[in-house]
């Protein structure tokens, strides 16, 4: 049996110090080594196998952070791991404090083909394992043939399209090896709900964007636009996704996607949950009311839907302690998980032909204010977000 983790890490905006990220956003050497010194002291405490991190301007500022855990945790080796003269030396509890350090360890860094010029910058997304690659990571955001949707209208008659030729930021596929297996990861970081506001031919700013002359309209339509995006890719990456499965390939899919676990975006990427029984339903050729898929049908359409759905890990963690305390996202008073670890049939504990299965979910949300609070500046080193991680374990 082989244990690993595996873990998703959105860092909020790394970049180096005194460098413009967005318009008039920068940090100073002091908030920079703050942000710098917090980012490891949460790499430590995760320790996990493989991190997917999302909001990553610079590789060298990802970089330096995983070596500042790597001395931090190598300290506390020295302080909490006793040597062998003492009698507890082998107990499992001090083999658990071990750090182990990312020496060897693979980084894949995807940045963003958006990526601006100071103040105008766009981040992309990285993978860390302990294990490395097989093969090398792929990055997908320029769309070789653009994801076009056409829209029926009601009548039968055109009702239009939506394009998409580029992703807002790069999906990064990796395969990972765990003992005899190798798992495909995906890490991802959909579109925000932050609107897309027009901006005119010439024009400095959005006119949706000034808020005294406030535009209603305008802005609905910006988080429309958004809206439709985060959708697109979600697709995008459902469509590699089935790539991999098909191929026969364990799949795990970690990262922010910007939206709760029932939304479209979220079941968009899961897939559709099977009915528990088709024969029930009229078919789809239906000649006459009765008409209906048989019991065989269903077992085929059951296997078919199931075979490439998606499992929370966050549910299947509550499912098992039957109780709910994850969230990784605070803002306006409003407490849920935008962050998520998907995993593949190959893993749950349902299946009998699994290959492995999920002991344990952690979450670090402690240090999470809500945005509409006094202690939102400490929000802007810290992340906003809270890490997750799945402890696993392939047979």
């Not at 339509?221 to 089935?242: F, Q, T, Y």
């Not at 998907?342 to 402690?366: E, K, T």
Request: hydrophobic share 40%; net charge negative; charged share 25%.
């Amino acid at each position: 049996m082989t244990e690993f983790t595996i873990a998703s890490f959105n860092v909020k905006n790394l970049i180096g110090a005194e460098q413009e990220y967005y318009t008039y956003e920068s940090y100073t050497p002091e908030e920079h080594a703050w942000k710098q010194s917090w980012l490891a002291e949460q790499v430590l405490t995760l320790n996990a196998d493989v991190i997917c991190f999302q909001e990553i301007f610079e590789e060298d500022a990802l970089q330096a952070v995983i070596d500042e855990a790597d001395a931090a945790g190598m300290e506390a080796n020295e302080s909490n791991i006793p040597d062998r003269s003492k009698k507890y030396a082998r107990k499992a509890i001090f083999r658990k404090l071990a750090y182990a350090p990312y020496t060897n360890a693979a980084l894949a860094f995807a940045p963003n083909i958006s990526d601006g010029a100071p103040g105008h910058r766009r981040p992309g997304v990285a993978i860390l394992s302990k294990t490395g690659f097989v093969g090398e990571p792929e990055i997908i955001q320029d769309l070789s043939e653009p994801l076009e949707i056409p829209f029926t209208d009601l009548g039968g008659s055109d009702g239009g399209s939506y394009k998409v030729s580029r992703l807002s930021r790069p999906l990064l596929k990796a395969r990972v090896p765990v003992g005899d297996t190798v798992i495909t990861v995906f890490n991802c970081h959909l579109k925000s709900k932050l609107g897309e506001l027009d901006r005119p031919d010439g024009a400095p700013f959005p006119p949706a964007a000034d808020l005294v002359n406030y535009d209603a309209a305008a802005r609905a339509l910006g988080s429309l636009r958004a809206g439709l995006r985060r959708m697109a890719e979600a697709w995008v990456l459902r469509r590699a996704i089935l790539e991999s499965l098909e191929a026969g390939q364990p799949v795990m899919v970690l990262g922010d996607f910007n939206d709760s676990e029932h939304a479209v975006s979220t079941e968009i990427i899961t897939g559709e949950a099977p009915f528990k029984n088709y024969a029930w339903m009229r078919r789809h050729d239906a000649t006459h009311k009765s008409d209906r898929y048989t019991d065989a049908e269903n077992e085929i359409i059951q296997e078919k839907i199931s075979s490439v759905k998606l499992h929370s890990a966050e549910k299947l963690f509550v499912r098992k302690s039957l109780r709910d305390m994850v969230f990784t996202s605070a803002f306006g008073g409003v407490f849920e998980s935008i962050d998520q670890i998907l995993m593949s049939q190959h893993f749950h504990p349902d299946n009998p032909n699994r290959i492995g299965q999920m002991d344990y979910f952690s979450v670090l949300n402690d240090h999470l204010t809500d945005g509409s609070h006094p202690e939102a500046p400490y929000n802007k080193l810290a992340s906003d977000h809270g890490q997750i991680m799945a402890h696993m374990h392939i047979f």
